[in-house]
């Protein structure tokens, strides 16, 4: 017991560094593919090389005689097992059967056909050279636009229009808005197939019991309780024979957010030959067998008057799926149309989607999943319209941006903005860049025939995925909160971060909550044995909802520490302040360790009251949040290459109250760098008989170290009032404001060439055929 008072240290709000770090920068974290179980074996997944074929025969006599080989498996021996599974169900969702391996048919390169099992990886590696099968190879399509072009080959044959499902959404007279207009701007808009790279690629490894029929599967993943419930059933287990363990992750950007075939594959595998089996990708499997992300044509139209108030919008959508549907594959797109009129007023639009099966790998969830290609449409036709009107880039935006106090803000297409101040972050941004000098230096640097461009993107994004009604999964998050008998704390989290930080925010959050140090909370994650059912990290929502569970919990635990500590202090009138329950009468003090000690010795109880300190809560938001920002991309470009060097990036974002200053500014310049391996390298290109042509880092280029520019990133935080912390989610961000920057400050450095629109990636070769006219 103590009377002395000392001001509570807080975490919140504060640069606090990173706690994962040590690990992780000392080479003692622990991924996947660092895993060793007694008598484990290594599984080799031999992968389609056509993209279009009927398998004639499989014989893999000759593989299962080569040395250390303990077992081939192929499509025959796995048909009866569940599909993998497409989470979203919208009206007349075709669906083609996706077995974990490929039964009569393959439908695009890598897709899986054999698996061998062998004591080392490289001898199942080489053994897997030794199957033969024998493919008749088929007519295949590669391009979402192609596909749909009369006479295409079908991907499935079942379905010759290659139509996988088609959305219409429209609200108010959008014939009459463009009607009504003194311009409208056109404009086909690619967002690129991209290869979403994860640092740490996709791995398993699966140990089956057959003693007791449990499965445990160690897997690299960002939603681990929902895949042991989807995970089960295809393996005809229960579920509470599952374990799903994850490893620490490097990196997952959307692309672990799934049930993949190899992880029923693994599961399988292991429960046949009684051993522990891991399979961990290599990086060239990596780019074939792990979802794509992004792939839509777009065909926009933008109804305007003479002074740039936006009157329509309209959008042709068409949504490259690939071979087949995924977890969140349809959702993809349709995030995309409820986001497409970005900060503007505009309420009259139409969209329409058209999700189309092509001859390649399944398109799905990648950092902004939807949202980077809305902001990129919008963003582009607000950009072309001033330019079509003579009016500046950022005069327009100002002209349509939603007021600050128009919130909450029901957009044309059924969301709720829930708050925001768009104007502030782009008069920021401006003001930064210091906007009417820097136009002043164009104008000198075009005299000298430099070309130089600045590119504005104002963007908002709907995040905190969500209220469980909007989503194909549940959306609330689930937090344990137990103060140990020493009055350290413990905390079950049903998030799973793949890098994003959490066991420090979410450190923060509970040590501010509860008056402890920053170092006396431990973030538990990604065991469905030790942790409570949670939902997963995806759609930036982690600390928004799992952060909001946190608090929640801690709320419900307070009254019991309350108790106890009057118990203890022998007063009636106590109140629990930096870490300590206080008698308001005489000032006297009990430490949580000392009350913890007393809840779990229970010699003495308050009355109706149970032994323990702990508590779980189950956050269900009423609404997502919805971040906002403006960013500003200044670029010059060689004239005699075409490459484009960065002058200045600076970014304003708002994501509501910040927890963690650092974080949030690593998570926005991860995010830019990503966006910017869009607007300028990244693309999976395939060619016209389905082959990935660029399936390697030789072939693919990522931002590096090099080409990303120092960015300079600044905040403003506009509570969201969604939660009671105030938070919205950062961790697309960046991603979702920085391609369109680009781009438009490209286009911007060209438009006295007369470029009007480039599409992405901007490689030299590309800008440069538009410096001549050719525009490609
Ligand atoms: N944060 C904060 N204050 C806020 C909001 C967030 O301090 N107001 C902190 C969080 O507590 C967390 C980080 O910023 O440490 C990101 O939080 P949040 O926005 O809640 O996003 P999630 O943790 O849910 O992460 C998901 C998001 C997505 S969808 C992708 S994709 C992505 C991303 O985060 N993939 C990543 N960032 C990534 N960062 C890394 N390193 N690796 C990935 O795979």
Same mark, same amino acid.
């Given at each position: 017991?103590?009377?002395?008072? %000392?001001?509570?240290?807080?975490?919140?709000?504060?640069?606090?560094?990173?706690?994962?770090?040590?690990? /992780?920068?000392?080479?003692?974290?622990?991924?996947?593919?660092?895993?060793?179980?007694?008598?484990?074996?290594? +599984?080799? %997944?031999?992968?389609?090389?056509?993209?279009?074929?009927?398998?004639?025969?499989?014989?893999?006599?000759?593989?299962?005689?080569?040395?250390?080989?303990?077992?081939?498996?192929?499509?025959?021996?796995?048909?009866?097992?569940?599909?993998?599974?497409?989470?979203?169900?919208?009206?007349?969702?075709?669906?083609?059967?996706?077995?974990? /391996?490929?039964?009569?048919?393959? *439908?695009?390169?890598?897709?899986?056909?054999?698996?061998?099992?062998?004591?080392?990886?490289?001898?199942?590696?080489? #053994?897997?050279?030794?199957?033969?099968?024998? *493919?008749?190879?088929?007519?295949?399509?590669?391009?979402?636009?192609?596909?749909?072009?009369?006479?295409?080959?079908?991907?499935?044959?079942?379905?010759?229009?290659?139509?996988?499902?088609?959305?219409?959404?429209?609200?108010?007279?959008?014939?009459?808005?463009?009607?009504?207009?003194?311009?409208?701007?056109?404009?086909?808009?690619?967002?690129?197939?991209?290869?979403? !790279?994860?640092?740490?690629?996709?791995?398993?490894? #699966?140990?089956?019991?057959?003693?007791?029929?449990?499965? %445990?599967?160690?897997?690299?993943?960002?939603?681990?309780?929902?895949?042991?419930?989807?995970?089960?059933?295809?393996?005809?287990?229960?579920?509470?024979?599952?374990?799903?363990?994850?490893?620490?992750?490097?990196?997952?950007?959307?692309?672990?957010?799934?049930?993949?075939?190899?992880?029923?594959?693994?599961?399988?595998?292991?429960?046949?030959? =009684?051993?522990?089996?891991?399979?961990?990708?290599?990086?060239?499997?990596?780019?074939?067998?792990?979802?794509?992300?992004?792939?839509?044509?777009?065909?926009?139209?933008?109804?305007?008057?003479?002074?740039?108030?936006?009157?329509?919008?309209?959008?042709?959508?068409?949504?490259?799926?690939?071979? *087949?549907?995924?977890?969140?594959?349809?959702?993809?797109?349709?995030?995309?149309?409820?986001?497409?009129?970005?900060? $503007?007023?505009?309420?009259?639009?139409?969209?329409?989607?058209?999700?189309?099966?092509?001859?390649?790998?399944?398109?799905?969830?990648?950092?902004?999943?939807?949202?980077?290609?809305?902001?990129?449409?919008?963003?582009?036709?607000?950009?072309?319209?001033?330019?079509? /009107?003579?009016?500046?880039?950022?005069?327009?935006? *100002?002209?349509?941006?939603?007021?600050?106090?128009?919130?909450?803000?029901?957009?044309?297409?059924? &969301?709720?903005?829930?708050?925001?101040?768009?104007?502030?972050?782009?008069?920021?941004?401006?003001?930064?860049? !210091?906007?009417?000098?820097?136009?002043?230096?164009?104008?000198?640097?075009?005299?000298?025939?430099?070309?130089?461009?600045?590119?504005?993107?104002?963007?908002?994004?709907?995040?905190?995925?969500?209220?469980?009604?909007?989503?194909?999964?549940?959306?609330?998050?689930?937090?344990?909160?137990?103060?140990?008998?020493?009055?350290?704390?413990?905390?079950?989290?049903?998030?799973?971060?793949?890098?994003?930080?959490?066991?420090?925010?979410?450190?923060?959050?509970?040590?501010?909550?509860?008056?402890?140090?920053?170092?006396?909370?431990?973030?538990?994650?990604?065991?469905?044995?030790?942790?409570?059912?949670?939902?997963?990290?995806?759609? @930036?929502?982690?600390?928004?909802?799992?952060?909001?569970?946190?608090?929640?919990?801690?709320?419900?635990?307070?009254?019991?520490?309350?108790?106890?500590?009057?118990?203890?202090?022998?007063?009636?009138?106590?109140?629990?302040?930096? =870490?300590?329950?206080?008698?308001?009468?005489?000032?006297?003090?009990? @430490?949580? +360790?000392?009350?913890?000690?007393?809840?779990?010795?229970?010699?003495?109880?308050?009355?109706?009251?149970?032994?323990?300190?702990?508590?779980? @809560?189950?956050?269900?938001?009423?609404?997502?949040?919805?971040?906002?920002?403006?960013?500003?991309?200044?670029?010059?470009?060689?004239?005699?290459?075409?490459?484009?060097?960065?002058?200045?990036?600076?970014?304003?974002?708002?994501?509501?109250?910040?927890?963690?200053?650092?974080?949030?500014?690593?998570?926005?310049?991860?995010?830019?760098?990503?966006?910017?391996?869009?607007?300028?390298?990244?693309?999976?290109?395939?060619?016209?008989?389905?082959?990935?042509?660029?399936?390697?880092? &030789?072939? $693919?280029? &990522?931002?590096?170290?090099?080409?990303?520019?120092?960015?300079?990133?600044?905040?403003?935080?506009?509570?969201?009032?969604?939660?009671?912390?105030?938070?919205?989610?950062?961790?697309?961000?960046? %991603?979702?404001? #920085?391609?369109?920057?680009?781009?438009?400050?490209?286009?911007?450095?060209?438009?006295?060439?007369?470029?009007?629109?480039?599409?992405?990636?901007?490689?030299?070769?590309?800008?440069?055929?538009?410096?001549?006219?050719?525009?490609?």
């Amino acid at each position: 017991m103590s009377t002395t008072i %000392t001001e509570p240290k807080t975490f919140v709000g504060k640069k606090v560094r990173r706690k994962e770090d040590p690990r /992780l920068i000392t080479g003692t974290a622990a991924f996947l593919d660092d895993l060793k179980l007694p008598n484990m074996v290594h +599984a080799y %997944t031999l992968r389609s090389p056509h993209a279009a074929a009927a398998i004639r025969s499989i014989d893999v006599k000759a593989a299962l005689e080569f040395p250390g080989v303990v077992a081939v498996f192929t499509g025959v021996d796995v048909k009866d097992l569940g599909l993998v599974p497409c989470g979203v169900a919208l009206p007349g969702l075709r669906l083609p059967p996706h077995h974990i /391996l490929a039964q009569e048919r393959v *439908y695009y390169v890598g897709h899986p056909v054999a698996v061998v099992v062998a004591t080392d990886r490289y001898v199942a590696r080489d #053994a897997a050279d030794r199957i033969e099968v024998e *493919y008749e190879p088929r007519r295949a399509v590669a391009d979402p636009e192609k596909a749909l072009e009369p006479g295409a080959p079908a991907v499935h044959p079942q379905w010759p229009d290659n139509v996988s499902f088609t959305h219409h959404q429209e609200n108010g007279d959008v014939a009459k808005a463009f009607a009504d207009a003194d311009v409208v701007v056109k404009q086909r808009i690619v967002s690129q197939r991209l290869v979403p !790279n994860p640092m740490e690629p996709r791995g398993v490894v #699966a140990d089956y019991r057959g003693a007791d029929g449990s499965l %445990t599967l160690y897997t690299s993943t960002q939603i681990p309780h929902l895949l042991r419930s989807l995970l089960a059933p295809m393996i005809g287990l229960d579920e509470h024979k599952v374990r799903i363990i994850v490893p620490d992750v490097g990196g997952g950007f959307g692309c672990k957010l799934n049930v993949y075939a190899d992880e029923a594959l693994m599961a399988f595998v292991s429960m046949r030959i =009684g051993r522990p089996v891991k399979w961990v990708e290599s990086r060239r499997e990596n780019f074939v067998s792990t979802i794509h992300g992004r792939g839509h044509v777009d065909y926009y139209e933008i109804a305007a008057k003479r002074d740039g108030t936006i009157l329509g919008l309209r959008l042709k959508l068409i949504q490259d799926i690939g071979a *087949y549907h995924q977890i969140l594959t349809p959702l993809i797109p349709m995030l995309s149309v409820l986001m497409m009129p970005g900060l $503007y007023r505009c309420k009259t639009l139409s969209a329409d989607i058209v999700g189309v099966f092509t001859n390649c790998v399944p398109t799905d969830a990648y950092r902004g999943a939807g949202r980077p290609e809305a902001t990129h449409g919008i963003e582009r036709m607000v950009d072309l319209l001033a330019a079509e /009107l003579g009016m500046d880039p950022a005069e327009i935006r *100002y002209k349509n941006f939603i007021g600050s106090s128009e919130f909450p803000y029901q957009t044309g297409t059924g &969301m709720v903005y829930d708050s925001g101040d768009y104007a502030r972050v782009l008069d920021i941004a401006l003001k930064t860049v !210091n906007y009417p000098a820097l136009r002043e230096e164009q104008k000198r640097a075009r005299d000298q025939g430099r070309l130089m461009g600045i590119g504005i993107s104002t963007y908002g994004e709907v995040c905190a995925a969500g209220p469980s009604a909007a989503l194909p999964v549940g959306g609330w998050e689930s937090s344990t909160i137990r103060v140990e008998p020493s009055g350290k704390v413990t905390v079950l989290t049903g998030i799973q971060p793949q890098g994003q930080g959490e066991q420090t925010t979410f450190s923060q959050i509970v040590a501010d909550e509860l008056g402890v140090d920053f170092e006396d909370v431990a973030i538990v994650y990604g065991d469905t044995s030790a942790v409570q059912y949670g939902i997963g990290t995806f759609g @930036s929502r982690a600390t928004a909802v799992g952060g909001t569970a946190m608090y929640l919990a801690i709320q419900e635990l307070k009254p019991k520490i309350k108790k106890f500590g009057a118990m203890l202090l022998d007063s009636d009138d106590v109140r629990f302040e930096g =870490g300590r329950c206080w008698c308001n009468k005489s000032g006297k003090s009990v @430490s949580l +360790a000392e009350i913890a000690g007393a809840a779990y010795r229970a010699i003495k109880l308050p009355p109706n009251t149970e032994p323990g300190l702990v508590a779980t @809560s189950y956050w269900e938001p009423s609404n997502f949040t919805f971040p906002f920002g403006a960013h500003i991309a200044v670029t010059e470009i060689d004239p005699e290459t075409g490459t484009v060097k960065f002058l200045r990036y600076v970014a304003v974002d708002d994501c509501g109250r910040i927890i963690n200053p650092l974080i949030v500014s690593g998570q926005v310049h991860g995010g830019v760098a990503q966006g910017i391996g869009q607007a300028l390298y990244e693309q999976a290109v395939y060619d016209d008989t389905g082959q990935l042509i660029t399936g390697e880092y &030789m072939d $693919y280029t &990522m931002p590096r170290a090099t080409t990303v520019p120092p960015i300079e990133d600044l905040h403003t935080e506009t509570p969201s009032p969604v939660n009671p912390m105030g938070v919205k989610g950062v961790g697309e961000a960046g %991603t979702i404001g #920085a391609s369109p920057a680009v781009v438009n400050s490209v286009v911007d450095a060209l438009s006295h060439l007369g470029v009007r629109h480039l599409d992405m990636p901007m490689t030299p070769e590309r800008v440069w055929n538009a410096m001549q006219g050719g525009r490609k």
